[in-house]
């Protein structure tokens, strides 16, 4: 295992230096000089822009500028903003990598319990009509435009019905008289998720290991437990009002990612679950008189479960590039709206390093997928 594990972080590092090469000289091939970006007045004497390029490093060689940058990338130091001089761009990355991930990640999860747990039914009811029915909006929810399907969620729940906000990451007549920061908010409430979603999953394992009389108690009390733990956190705390603004902003396109991204897990569950109930281990488990739910979980939907495992995994990894387009429409500042900022401006320090952080979670959700698969099939082995 652990001479695997050596081998593909070789591997990674390996891939993630020729990646920021081809990135950088890509991008350092564009045209104009930042320099009359940053100094554009024109009253500005010429020296101080030779000034400002030496400053910035953008007088050497492009060679010469490239192994620098990495030297600085290994050691921490993405270099400052363009856009946003002098702000390192490591602060950026910083404060807005964890709106994107809390976005996508609870929305992958979300959307693939519902998925898996769907397509598995669906699968071994088939021929039915709410399989028929539910496989007709699964297609439609794994092929909607996504620019309209948010435009329409807008509309619906804030415009028509005026349940949620329809953008941003706050509302600002909300927190004029807030007493933190609303990164330092936002980072309660990550930590709030992190504890109660582990004490979530540590119940529903051990209920599975005790006897069926009381699972379904302790499954109901893992649930109840952390929430109300957390309502009482918030509440004693005396940040709910601001922690809860987040949420109702967090709510709609969480809800958005959430819908499209169940459409593609329930079929994928559906197709996978098909193939597996024609293998033969299954007819041998129903011969042998087991119960049906057990064939069904322990079975069939295990073996089911290694392509949707594989695509909940890499969606984490597309979520900064994919997330583009509905950080843009709900005005959502993660990282994928500073990707378009950054490219829009010619901030190339800032389109490097988000661009690298890309990479670096790319490169990780193969190897998280390639572990996980160790756990979830027998039959593979490091």
Do not use: C
């Amino acid at each position: 295992m652990w001479k695997f594990l050596g081998k593909r972080l070789i591997q990674m590092l390996f891939t993630l230096l020729l990646f920021q090469a081809v990135t950088y000289f890509l991008i350092d091939a564009q045209p104009g000089d930042i320099a009359d970006l940053l100094a554009h007045d024109p009253s500005i004497p010429p020296g101080e822009r030779d000034r400002l390029r030496a400053e910035l490093g953008l007088d050497r060689p492009p060679v010469e500028r490239f192994v620098k940058y990495i030297g600085n990338f290994y050691t921490g130091n993405l270099g400052v903003s363009f856009n946003e001089y002098p702000r390192q761009v490591t602060d950026i990355i910083k404060e807005r990598l964890p709106r994107t991930l809390v976005l996508f990640f609870t929305a992958s999860i979300v959307s693939f319990w519902a998925g898996f747990m769907s397509g598995k039914i669906l699968a071994w009811r088939r021929g039915s009509f709410v399989e028929y029915a539910s496989t007709i909006v699964g297609v439609t929810l794994y092929t909607v435009f996504t620019p309209w399907f948010a435009l329409m969620m807008i509309w619906l729940f804030s415009v028509q019905l005026g349940w949620l906000p329809a953008g941003k990451f706050l509302s600002p007549e909300v927190w004029i008289t807030a007493p933190a920061s609303a990164n330092a908010i936002f980072s309660r409430l990550i930590g709030t998720g992190f504890v109660g979603l582990t004490v979530m999953l540590a119940g529903f394992i051990i209920s599975n290991k005790v006897t069926r009389k009381i699972r379904v108690p302790l499954r109901v009390a893992s649930i109840i437990v952390p929430l109300s733990g957390a309502l009482l956190y918030w509440t004693l705390n005396g940040l709910g009002v601001w922690g809860g603004d987040m949420l109702q902003h967090l709510v709609l396109p969480v809800l958005t990612v959430t819908l499209i991204a169940y459409g593609g897990n329930m079929l994928l569950t559906r197709t996978s679950m098909l193939e597996t109930l024609r293998e033969d281990y299954i007819l041998t488990a129903r011969a042998k008189g087991l119960p049906d739910k057990v064939v069904r979980d322990r079975h069939a939907a295990r073996n089911a479960l290694l392509p949707v495992w594989t695509g909940l995994v890499f969606s984490i990894g597309r979520s900064i590039s994919g997330g583009i387009i509905t950080e843009t429409i709900f005005s959502w500042p993660g990282l994928g709206l500073t990707l378009l900022n950054a490219s829009l401006v010619a901030d190339i320090p800032v389109a490097m390093g988000t661009l690298t952080v890309i990479a670096i979670l790319t490169l990780v959700s193969h190897l998280v997928a390639d572990i996980g698969y160790a756990f979830l099939d027998p039959r593979i082995r490091y």
